[in-house]
């Protein structure tokens, strides 16, 4: 009996122990939004036998073949299931593509975890792996804890994945959500020229920079008339009846069928795009509307110049 009894003093420093390490296991986690490297178990003391036994109670279940573990009795969370695929890459993969504009709230994602690793990464069950070259570190960031890819990487990034549209909702996101940084983006893409992805960038950019300079110029336009009281207000992006279509003109003098149209951004204008504005000027004309293109010098520099011409097509000259 005196024999039994010393048997069980002896077990209980190995229990107590275990009861330590799972504290250290429940706190490292509730850290890492519930889930733990097999790596960073192992430093806590673990050994393949004691990981096995957690595994086999419920206490630990694995993820991404073993190379990460989600504590039981919380739900793993979706910043969970990103952090897990981000540990089971490496120390040198970030959350990117979808997966980063979702953490990062510019769009939605519905697919695996995407992880953007170096070339000599091997696969990962249960991630969807970007190899890459461009590892500079001015394009990853940490986001809540989860290494993650910076907005303007993330975007070069869906730039190879995303339709151009898909791709501009994502950037008018970003600028709603104060996250879009214009020069970051110029710069990871002067940086990733022969990215996947960079052309379709580089396209929906010059659109967006158009758009911006556009709206600088309606509001210097409006600015200009307020000038003029002699001048009525028109109505502005209005929707003008041609003869075989419908068009929008930027300002538009009803009574004297006067429309005018604002060309900030000509200078990135294409071919394609002077094509289809001197079809819809020439649909307008011919239901009998007058025309007028406003360059930004037009507006910003010859602004007194261009009050007299509006003067004389409104016939108050």
């Given at each position: 009996?005196?024999?039994?009894?010393?048997?069980?003093?002896?077990?209980?420093?190995?229990?107590?122990?275990?009861?330590?390490?799972?504290?250290?296991?429940?706190?490292?986690a509730?850290?890492?939004?519930?889930?733990?490297?097999?790596?960073?178990?192992?430093?806590?003391?673990l050994?393949?036998?004691?990981?096995?036994?957690?595994?086999?109670?419920?206490?630990?279940?694995?993820?991404h073949g073993?190379?990460v573990?989600?504590?039981?009795?919380?739900?793993l969370?979706?910043?969970?299931?990103?952090?897990?695929?981000?540990m089971?890459?490496g120390?040198?993969?970030r959350?990117?593509?979808?997966?980063?504009?979702?953490?990062?709230?510019?769009?939605?994602?519905d697919?695996?975890?995407?992880?953007t690793v170096?070339?000599?990464?091997?696969?990962?069950?249960?991630?969807r792996?970007h190899?890459?070259?461009?590892?500079?570190?001015?394009?990853?960031?940490?986001?809540d804890?989860?290494?993650v890819?910076?907005?303007?990487?993330?975007?070069?990034?869906l730039a190879?994945v995303?339709?151009?549209?898909?791709?501009?909702?994502?950037?008018?996101r970003?600028?709603?959500?104060?996250?879009?940084?214009?020069?970051?983006v110029?710069?990871?893409?002067?940086?990733?020229?022969?990215?996947?992805?960079?052309g379709?960038l580089?396209?929906?950019?010059?659109?967006?920079?158009?758009?911006t300079?556009?709206?600088?110029?309606?509001?210097?336009?409006?600015?200009?008339?307020?000038?003029?009281?002699?001048i009525?207000?028109?109505?502005?992006?209005?929707?003008?009846?041609?003869?075989?279509g419908?068009?929008?003109?930027d300002?538009?003098w009803e009574?004297?069928?006067?429309c005018?149209?604002?060309?900030?951004?000509e200078?990135?204008?294409?071919?394609?795009?002077?094509?289809r504005?001197?079809?819809?000027?020439?649909?307008?004309?011919l239901?009998?509307?007058?025309?007028?293109?406003?360059?930004?010098?037009?507006?910003?520099?010859?602004?007194?110049?261009?009050l007299?011409?509006?003067?004389?097509?409104?016939?108050?000259?």
């Amino acid at each position: 009996m005196v024999g039994i009894r010393s048997e069980k003093r002896n077990d209980s420093p190995p229990l107590g122990r275990g009861r330590d390490r799972g504290q250290r296991i429940a706190r490292l986690a509730g850290r890492q939004h519930g889930v733990i490297a097999r790596t960073q178990l192992f430093r806590i003391g673990l050994d393949r036998g004691a990981l096995a036994r957690r595994v086999a109670n419920g206490a630990l279940q694995p993820l991404h073949g073993g190379r990460v573990y989600a504590v039981a009795h919380n739900p793993l969370t979706k910043r969970g299931r990103y952090l897990a695929a981000v540990m089971a890459c490496g120390s040198d993969a970030r959350l990117s593509h979808r997966a980063a504009a979702d953490l990062s709230g510019m769009r939605p994602a519905d697919v695996s975890p995407e992880v953007t690793v170096p070339e000599v990464c091997r696969d990962v069950p249960g991630v969807r792996i970007h190899r890459t070259r461009m590892l500079d570190p001015r394009d990853f960031t940490e986001l809540d804890g989860i290494p993650v890819t910076t907005v303007a990487r993330t975007l070069l990034d869906l730039a190879a994945v995303l339709t151009p549209p898909d791709l501009e909702v994502v950037i008018d996101r970003a600028e709603r959500q104060s996250l879009f940084d214009l020069t970051a983006v110029l710069d990871v893409l002067e940086r990733g020229t022969r990215k996947k992805g960079a052309g379709t960038l580089r396209m929906v950019m010059a659109a967006y920079q158009a758009s911006t300079q556009k709206s600088t110029l309606e509001r210097t336009f409006k600015a200009l008339l307020k000038t003029a009281p002699d001048i009525t207000s028109p109505f502005f992006n209005a929707l003008v009846q041609g003869e075989s279509g419908t068009h929008e003109v930027d300002a538009f003098w009803e009574a004297q069928r006067l429309c005018v149209q604002l060309d900030g951004h000509e200078f990135h204008r294409t071919r394609r795009d002077r094509e289809r504005d001197a079809l819809s000027d020439a649909d307008l004309e011919l239901a009998a509307y007058r025309m007028m293109r406003l360059t930004w010098d037009d507006v910003n520099v010859n602004g007194e110049r261009t009050l007299r011409r509006l003067r004389l097509a409104l016939g108050l000259a």
